[in-house]
Nanobody
Framework: QVQLVESGGGLVQAGGSLTLSCAAS????????MGWYRQAPGKQRELVAT???????EYADSVQGRFTISRDNAKNMVYLQMNTLKPEDTAVYYC???????WGQGTQVTVSP
């Protein structure tokens, strides 16, 4: 059974930092590209960052230079380091295994002004 479990969300003041984690089970993480997406209230889900099996990364323009995606295949983990957070980063953040088309349940990130 495939499972992606996100953690690390919470409430933080603007300018602060959070690190999200995604624990994968039931899949071999090294075989799939992984991504972080987010969905704010009333908005569509959007891509935040991706990391391929060859460790190539891509970021949305809105987070470039502030967020860093990484993966640890040995631990079956994917991370999203978020720095200099802004109120507009407030959203539910989802982990996505592209090769399996599977989503996690999401973790809430709230950034106060």
């Amino acid at each position: 059974q495939v499972q992606l479990v996100e953690s690390g969300g919470g409430l933080v003041q603007a300018g602060g930092s959070l690190t999200l984690s995604c624990a994968a089970s039931g899949i071999i993480l090294r075989l799939t590209d992984m991504g972080w997406y987010r969905q704010a209230p009333g908005k569509q889900r959007e891509l935040v960052a991706t990391v391929t099996t060859s460790l190539t990364t891509e970021y949305a323009d809105s987070v470039q230079g502030r967020f860093t995606i990484s993966r640890d295949n040995a631990k079956n983990m994917v991370y999203l380091q978020m720095n200099t957070l802004k109120p507009e980063d407030t959203a539910v953040y989802y982990c996505y295994a592209r090769g399996f088309n599977y989503w996690g349940q999401g973790t809430q990130v709230t950034v106060s002004p």
